[in-house]
């Protein structure tokens, strides 16, 4: 059973640097299709990229500039790092596996908050 | 990227039929099979009910279908449930090779 458990700090401070770590288990890092989606409070949901091939990416264009998602097989884990955050990022951050046409397993998701 | 169109909510009373709408362009959802549908309860992450615009994953319901027509893909949930209230998404592929989420639709049971 593949499951993944999202980790990071809750609160970041503006103009910041948001880190991420999605750990899973169940199945191989360096296989598939790995994501990074994020939900502001109260919002609909909104894609940040994908990881494959064991390290290849691509990014939703509003957040390229920004955004680096990486790998680390040794611990089977794979990483968001989302840079200059404002209080417009503040959002619950879910990472999840594309399986069966779709995004099939999610992690629990972790609320960021960014504030001073 | 937009996100996808969606209509804001729709409603039925138990054993009825609904169906979501999620209009995109023929860079997005017209142009490639990969639209799914996701449900999600308040709190909760979501769930993957039809992947590839038809086909449903092990252990959904089949009252659950998709499909598409155009630059239109849409979800049909019959049979309708008071545990089927809940914010539906769609999601698909681009022309880009990124993804883009529809703008969601809450469902509610009369």
């Known amino acids: 059973q593949v499951q993944l458990q999202e980790s990071g700090p809750g609160l970041v401070k503006p103009s910041e640097t948001l880190t991420l770590t999605c750990s899973v288990s169940?199945?191989?890092?360096?296989?598939?299709?790995w994501s990074w989606i994020r939900q502001p409070p109260g919002a609909g949901l909104e894609w940040i990229g994908f990881?494959?091939?064991?390290?290849?990416?691509t990014y939703n264009v509003a957040l390229n500039s920004r955004v680096t998602i990486s790998v680390d097989t040794s611990r089977n884990q794979f990483s968001l790092n989302l840079r200059s955050v404002t209080a417009a990022d503040t959002a619950v951050y879910y990472c999840?596996?594309?399986?069966?046409?779709?995004?099939?397993?999610w992690g629990q998701g972790t609320l960021v908050t960014v504030s001073s | 990227q937009s996100a996808l169109t969606q209509p804001a909510s729709v409603s039925g009373s138990p054993g009825q039929s609904v169906t979501i709408s999620c209009t995109g362009t023929?860079?997005?959802?017209?142009?490639?099979?990969?639209v799914s549908w996701y449900q999600q309860h308040p709190g909760k992450a979501p769930k993957l009910i039809i992947g590839d615009v038809g086909n449903r994953p092990s252990g959904v319901s089949n009252r659950f279908s998709g499909s598409k027509s155009g630059n239109t893909a849409s979800l049909t949930i019959s049979g309708l449930q008071a545990e089927d209230e809940a914010e539906y998404y769609c999601w698909s592929s681009t022309s880009s090779h990124t993804y883009v989420f529809g703008t969601g639709t809450k469902v509610t049971v009369l």
């Open positions: 023929s860079s997005d959802v017209g142009g490639y099979n990969s």
């Open positions: 999840a596996r594309y399986l069966s046409g779709g995004l099939a397993y």
């Open positions: 990881m494959y091939d064991g390290g290849t990416t």
């Open positions: 169940g199945d191989s890092i360096s296989r598939n299709y």
